[in-house]
Nanobody
Framework: QVHMAESGGGLVQAGDSLRLSCTLS????????MAWFRQAPGKEREFVAS????????YYANAVKGRFTISRDNAKSELYLQMNNLKPDDTAIYYC?????????????????????WGQGTQVTVSS
């Protein structure tokens, strides 16, 4: 059974950095297109970033472009989200998501329904 789990969330101040990690078990991580989503209180879950299977291409939401970096280590079955210059608006529960059936080398979808496997989420709180 495939299982995904995030870690690394916490409470930080505006301008600080944080690194989230996500580990997949039960299946070959390198087969999965991966993404990060987030959900703030009272808001819809939104796309943050995605990365293709070999890690070569990455994509970002406009709100985080230039501040966040998504990466992966297929040998360790881990996905990362390096978040720099955090803002209070970044406060949310962050979820990693993946799917093994998405197209190879195409830009991954930004819709949550496209991803079949999800972690439980990790809370990130940014104080002003």
């Amino acid at each position: 059974q495939v299982h995904m789990a995030e870690s690394g969330g916490g409470l930080v101040q505006a301008g600080d950095s944080l690194r989230l990690s996500c580990t997949l078990s039960g299946h070959t991580f390198g087969n999965y297109v991966m993404a990060w989503f987030r959900q703030a209180p009272g808001k819809e879950r939104e796309f943050v970033a995605s990365i293709i299977r070999n890690g070569r291409d990455t994509y970002y939401a406009n709100a985080v472009k230039g501040r966040f970096t998504i990466s992966r280590d297929n040998a360790k079955s881990e996905l990362y989200l390096q978040m720099n210059n955090l803002k209070p608006d970044d406060t949310a529960i962050y979820y990693c998501a993946g799917d093994p059936a998405l197209a190879f080398f195409a830009e991954p979808p930004m819709t949550r329904d496209a991803y079949s496997v999800w972690g439980q989420g990790t809370q990130v709180t940014v104080s002003s």
